[in-house]
């Protein structure tokens, strides 16, 4: 069996958590080394026993560190960028975080990057595609047992200390993070694009930051078995102190309306400091409804004449983290397309357009205003061309 040899940049959190995925479903990897000024994944490697290889000063210096099988990117939204721009030039597979880039801008230069040139493959970490239940989800809509799909109504509500973890974090300051939305469920509207088959033709939005605000700041900062609240989670790089009064320039809850090029129309809900945590997503069609609970990752099925029960779906691998297995599903998803050539569940092309659906809907937020999107595509498609 191969051993991967990895080089990392940005070795944070999140590519710990993906590297001991990827050693719990049998991958052989040594991380060879790692660029990055001061890893935030090293405690949760350090107690797994994995090592972080050589630490880089440098782009050249991880560099002449290679040939690697797998470069992996973990760093802040602001820098991928960058990082992919260097990644592909070492000549292997790249594994990059989402969302793939942060604005408007640097989508339409990635787009006519690929487009331009020949680069290694680019596999992107919106984790959900490889979810058993999102593909139960992607297939059921595909088989026609909704019929033709009218509306969904989808959310995401965050625990208090996940929120207080976004408004300390590099995540709350637009220039590092993008938006709440972006970083948060660019998953989530990725997924509503594979189901709609169509893209977003106009979007509406209202949010705002009335959680972690100063004026809320003296709240109760304990919960009601003793523990404190609102700093539990590490801040990481660049970390504020205090979640309620930071820098933080994105929302805190926001609200979002697109209709497709189809005419589905979806509605999404999402706040990050709430006593009854949910992801869900309710599929209204023509024939069938679907509820998708993420966070007890049970779907639920009927038929829209159907008088009996409705079919229910346990999908198990509950985490607290509430990825629920979805990383141990991505890592297999990985290793099957680098050692059998098969598939990824999503190219890059379909992570420019989720970030780009929620970039929308935030201009549609920041502008007050319904967004035509048809713009967008447009710009989108020249440069995916290669005419932008
Ligand atoms: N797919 C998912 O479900 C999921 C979950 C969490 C995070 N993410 C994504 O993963 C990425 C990392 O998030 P995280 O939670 O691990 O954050 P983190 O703060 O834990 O890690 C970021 C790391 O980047 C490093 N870094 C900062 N500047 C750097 C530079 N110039 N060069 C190299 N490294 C640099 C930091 O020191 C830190 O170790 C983000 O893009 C985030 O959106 C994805």
């Given amino acids: 069996m191969k051993t991967y040899r990895i080089g990392v940049i940005g070795l944070g959190q999140r590519i710990a958590h993906v590297l001991l995925a990827m050693r719990d479903e049998g991958w052989r990897f040594e991380v060879a080394a790692h660029l990055d000024p001061?890893?935030?994944?090293?405690?949760?490697?350090?107690?797994?026993?994995?090592?972080?290889?050589?630490?880089?000063?440098?782009?050249?210096?991880?560099?002449?560190?290679?040939?690697?099988?797998?470069?992996?990117?973990?760093?802040?939204?602001?820098?991928?960028?960058?990082?992919?721009?260097?990644?592909?030039?070492?000549?292997?597979?790249?594994?990059?975080?989402?969302?793939?880039?942060?604005?408007?801008?640097e989508s339409f230069e990635l787009a006519a990057k690929l487009a331009r040139t020949e680069t290694p493959p680019v596999f992107v970490g919106l984790v959900m595609r490889s979810m058993p239940i999102v593909r139960e989800v992607i297939r059921r809509v595909d088989e026609g047992q909704l019929g033709r799909l009218v509306s969904i109504d989808a959310t995401e509500h965050l625990h208090p200390e996940h929120g207080a973890y976004l408004a300390r974090n590099w995540r709350r300051r637009k220039d590092w993070g993008g938006s709440y939305l972006l970083d948060k469920v660019c998953h989530d509207f990725d997924i509503f694009n594979r189901l709609a088959g169509a893209r977003p033709a106009r979007v509406a939005s209202f949010g705002g930051r009335s959680i972690f605000t100063p004026e809320e700041a003296g709240r109760s900062r304990t919960y009601d078995d003793g523990r404190a609240a609102y700093a539990g989670y590490d801040a990481g790089w660049a970390g504020a102190n205090d979640a309620f009064h930071s820098d933080m320039d994105v929302t805190d809850h926001q609200t979002a309306m697109v209709e497709y090029g189809n005419g589905l129309r979806l509605s999404f809900h999402a706040n990050s400091h709430v006593a009854l945590?949910?992801?869900?997503?309710?599929?209204?069609?023509?024939?069938?409804?679907?509820?998708?609970?993420?966070?007890?990752?049970?779907?639920?099925?009927?038929?829209?004449?159907?008088?009996?029960?409705?079919?229910?779906?346990?999908?198990g691998h509950l985490t607290a983290d509430n990825h629920n297995g979805a990383d141990q599903a991505m890592a297999r998803d990985l290793k099957a397309t680098l050692e059998t050539g098969a598939p990824f569940p999503?190219?890059?092309?379909?992570?420019?357009?989720?970030?780009?659906?929620v970039m929308a809907i935030d201009r549609a937020m920041d502008e007050g205003r319904v967004v035509d999107c048809a713009p967008l595509w447009a710009a989108y498609d020249a440069a995916a061309s290669g005419n932008g």
Avoid at 62 to 74: Q, T, W, Y
Avoid at 346 to 357: E, Y
């Fill in 346 to 357: 999503v190219t890059p092309a379909d992570s420019l357009l989720a970030g780009l659906t």
């Fill in 38 to 105: 001061a890893p935030v994944g090293q405690p949760i490697l350090a107690e797994a026993g994995v090592g972080m290889g050589i630490a880089c000063g440098s782009e050249s210096d991880l560099a002449a560190k290679g040939p690697f099988d797998l470069v992996m990117i973990g760093s802040p939204n602001h820098l991928h960028l960058r990082h992919l721009d260097f990644a592909l030039t070492l000549g292997c597979p790249v594994f990059t975080e989402k969302p793939i880039v942060r604005t408007e801008a």
């Fill in 277 to 315: 945590q949910e992801r869900r997503w309710y599929l209204a069609g023509t024939q069938g409804t679907l509820v998708a609970d993420l966070v007890r990752n049970r779907l639920t099925f009927r038929r829209t004449l159907a008088t009996g029960r409705p079919e229910k779906m346990e999908f």
